[in-house]
């Protein structure tokens, strides 16, 4: 009987990557991407497999067999004899047999269809994940950039000061330890986003990456809202219906091994042929083991495997419910999060633009410039991260509702 899977699928808006708050890659290079990376070639190859053993369980495992044997017999005073004999048998399924062993095959296939879509969804999200870590490792390359600039002309304007007596040498050497300070963040920091580029071209070489990233972007809120994806979340998740595809296909080897605590039995055709010929004959052979405990030990074990698949199946449905909440959670507090710190960093650059202007009429000390300017830094680097998290945790959301790059998580029936 074919395993009809129904999922339940609604119809949302798909935008573009572009659109959801993330300077994405176009939808077909990411398609495409995904569908190259291994996991995902793993996944579509294990499905072929599954299809291939439901063929081979509508088949069965039992196939013909020949056997015979030859002869030459000598009788004193009658001399010699050719004699000969031959069978043809093969098991048969008793009933019921057949149907179950049908079932567990296109049950074997539902399930490996949600695997393979839950491949591609977490690859989805690997892509995702990867990119925006390159966008905010860029964005801190970016700001300690600022830093040292900044940092240099207060170096520059503190050495002048020094050459006319304006200023002490102490101030020339404090601002000269702060911007080899800013010097290291920044260098830590293009290394940081060296790596985070190399891991995206490393697990995904065909997607094509810009020479520059892109800026990191401001967080955009869904259309359909943050409550409204955590809906959705659940009902898009592979892990119930593939947890249930499997308990159904678990139960039905459960049902499968107590029917073969009964042997199939052995049925052929014989033909024999003795003294040269004189006797001839022909008729039907059968045979059938005695079932024991090592099929009683199967069909136990199978009633286990049973329960636990069904088991799974509940703590799927925990699994995502769970991830719907966190999903949501997530989103919701780092959205506030990001946009409290945007006022934080608007302030600490406001301030250290101030004091920038007050120290060059020379009515600011130099500590409290860079001061300033390290609070500044401490700001913008909070802000930026609150931007990723912010990023980040709506593209999952908007992700595992299939809301973003839709068409890159559903496996199922291809």
Wanted: aromatic share 6%; charged share 25%; proline share 4%.
């Amino acid at each position: 009987m074919k395993y009809i899977l129904i999922l339940s699928t609604l119809l949302l808006s798909s935008t573009a990557l572009a659109n959801s708050g993330a300077d994405l890659p176009p939808d077909e290079a990411v398609a495409r991407a995904i569908e190259e990376h291994p996991q995902v070639q793993a996944a579509l190859a294990r499905t072929d497999a599954a299809r291939q053993n439901a063929a081979a369980l509508r088949a069965g495992p039992y196939e013909f067999a020949v056997s015979g044997s030859y002869n030459r017999r000598s009788i004193d005073r009658e001399g010699q004899y050719d004699e000969y004999d031959a069978t043809l048998e093969r098991p048969i399924r008793l009933p019921g047999k057949a149907s179950l062993d049908r079932k567990a095959g296109d049950f074997g296939i539902a399930a490996s269809d949600y695997r393979a879509a839950d491949v591609r969804h977490r690859t989805t999200l690997l892509v995702s994940d990867l990119w925006l870590d390159w966008l905010a490792a860029e964005a801190e390359v970016k700001m300690a950039a600022a830093a040292v600039s900044n940092l240099s002309s207060a170096l520059q304007g503190v050495e002048r000061q020094v050459a006319v007596q304006d200023a002490a040498v102490a101030d020339a050497d404090r601002a000269r330890a702060a911007l080899a300070t800013a010097q290291v963040e920044l260098e830590q920091a293009r290394t940081r986003a060296e790596i985070a580029r190399s891991r995206m071209a490393v697990q995904f070489p065909s997607l094509p990456l810009p020479v520059d990233a892109p800026d990191l972007p401001e967080p955009v809120l869904p259309v359909q809202g943050l409550e409204g994806l955590r809906d959705v979340v659940i009902m898009q998740n592979h892990g119930v219906p593939g947890a249930q595809a499997e308990a159904d296909r678990q139960s039905t080897l459960a049902a499968r091994a107590n029917k073969d605590r009964m042997p199939d039995p052995t049925i052929g055709f014989r033909l024999f042929s003795e003294r040269s010929g004189a006797e001839r004959g022909a008729g039907v052979v059968a045979s059938i083991p005695f079932g024991g405990k090592y099929r009683s030990g199967l069909a136990g074990q199978a009633e286990a495997e049973a329960r636990a698949a069904a088991a799974e199946l509940i703590a799927a449905r925990f699994t995502a419910q769970e991830t719907a909440t966190s999903d949501y959670v997530e989103a919701s507090n780092n959205w506030r999060a990001w946009q409290s710190s945007q006022a934080a960093r608007a302030s600490s650059e406001s301030a250290a633009y101030r004091l920038r202007e007050g120290y060059r009429l020379g009515g600011i000390d130099l500590t409290d410039l860079l001061y300033a300017e390290r609070q500044a830094q401490d700001a913008a680097r909070a802000e930026s991260a609150a931007r990723a998290a912010a990023l980040r945790s709506i593209a999952r959301l908007r992700i595992d509702a299939h809301d973003l790059w839709p068409n890159n998580h559903d496996g199922v029936g291809r």
